[in-house]
């Protein structure tokens, strides 16, 4: 949920990690253009890490 109350779902076909990990592969290997940037990669392991700190500790961590 966000800040303004709206929810927004995204639904994946598969085994999410197995793509990632395939397609990260298919970049490091074979030069495809991975389809997230470095910065949006960042951004991504800052929410995970805002989760679980609100997680431990039971409080709203704003980005």
Do not use: C
């Not at 929810?7 to 991975?34: K, N």
């Amino acid at each position: 949920m966000t800040d303004d109350g709206n929810v927004r779902e995204e639904m994946v076909s598969g085994d999410q990690y197995a793509l990632q990990i395939e397609h990260f592969s298919r970049g490091i290997l074979g030069g495809t253009l991975l389809l997230y940037s470095p910065e949006r990669m960042i951004k991504q392991a800052q929410v995970l890490d805002a989760w679980r700190t609100s997680m431990k500790t039971g409080t709203i961590v704003r980005l």
